[in-house]
């Protein structure tokens, strides 16, 4: 054996389970829910269901259509909604953003009951008592944000609280989306 | 004592859960054998997209008691293994399943094991060489400096006891 092949021999695999280390060193502290969903890049599934608060009222994903918008998948039994529920109203009211929401796994008159008491920043809201669309659309908990362009293309995805602190990188995608719209 | 203790609390948790947690999938009903264990068989392999290290088969939570409602509904109405596990991995993407394909997001997951392999090899030949090379020969004239230096050690140490 050469002399360089035997340095080789000798260095290459220091070099590779220090790759190896600094390969998982980078996944630490990655939050294992946060996997990318698969619906981005991809238009709305079709769906047709119940309006929450009219059961004669039929949506299906034409009327999310038009316009960027959030999709918000929530429900009354979950913490996390209650909590970013104050920040959807303020979005919905001072920076028109458009919402629709999709009440997950819900009971009618608890999730009529609580936009009467918190108030309704959404459009409309799916309903959807036995989580069908949910399935669709990918849904793993709630709640769920999607942002949807005026074509309905999914492109970015919030498994969590929307608040102030997440808010601003769907915010940038909302307002340059309305940008080229305009 | 502390670790007795715990060794036995978590055998109770287990015998106490694992019927539990099985028990769910007993109850989907299928007309023919063979369905019910392609269900069976399906829910061991696709993971609950919710809790990260439970599968279908195992998991409580809302989104895997809809899956496994989502699964027996593909069963009945005829679709492959291949057509369903299609069915999941667009929705949820290819963390749902187990075993995933080799592709370039599973490069490092699939590969790791045999580099580590390669490195244990390497690490029972680096530390294994005998370390009689050539470092270690000496010349007869390097030898002789030696015999002289302990030579006159001991001379020194002889002298030092004396004093």
């Known amino acids: ?182 | 004592m502390l670790k007795s203790i715990t060794v036995s609390l978590l055998l109770g948790f287990m015998s106490w859960a694992s019927p539990l947690l099985q028990a769910d999938v007993g109850s989907y009903e299928f007309a023919e054998p063979e369905m019910a264990q392609r269900f069976v068989d399906l829910t061991t392999v696709l993971r609950c997209p919710k809790c990260q290290n439970q599968n279908l088969a195992d998991s409580d939570s809302i989104i895997a008691k809809d899956l496994r409602g989502q699964l027996q509904m593909l069963i009945k109405t005829g679709q492959t293994d291949r057509q369903i596990t299609d069915f999941m991995v667009q929705r949820y993407g290819e963390f749902i399943l187990y075993d995933p394909p080799f592709n370039k997001g599973t490069l490092v997951l699939w590969l790791a094991p045999f580099g580590m392999v390669l490195l244990g090899l390497w690490a029972l030949w680096f530390f294994g060489r005998k370390t009689t090379g050539q470092g270690a020969m000496l010349t007869p004239k390097e030898q002789q400096q030696i015999e002289q230096l302990l030579a006159d050690n001991q001379t020194q140490h002889r002298d030092l006891k004396n004093d």
Not at chain 1, 50 to 71: E, F, I, K, Y
Not at chain 1, 133 to 155: F, N
């Open chain 1, 1 to 182: 054996m050469t002399h360089t092949a035997k340095r080789l021999l000798m260095v290459s695999p220091m070099v590779m389970a220090f790759a190896l280390g600094l390969f998982l060193y980078q996944g630490i502290g990655q939050d294992p829910n946060n996997t990318e969903s698969s619906l981005i890049g991809q238009t709305l599934p079709e769906f047709s269901g119940q309006t929450l608060d009219s059961p004669s009222r039929n949506v299906s994903q034409a009327d999310m259509l038009g316009q960027p918008a959030l999709v918000n998948v929530w429900a009354t039994w979950c913490p996390t909604c209650r909590a970013e529920h104050e920040f959807l109203n303020t979005i919905a009211q001072q920076d028109n953003v458009r919402i629709f929401g999709v009440n997950y796994h819900d009971q009618k008159d608890a999730a009529q009951q609580w936009l009467q008491d918190l108030g309704n920043p959404y459009v409309f809201s799916v309903f959807d008592p036995n989580g069908a669309l949910g399935i669709e659309l990918g849904v793993v908990g709630a709640p769920e944000t999607y942002l949807i362009d005026a074509q309905g293309v999914v492109l970015d995805k919030l498994t969590g609280e929307l608040n102030e602190r997440t808010w601003p990188q769907l915010r940038s995608q909302y307002l340059s989306l309305l940008e080229a719209k305009n």
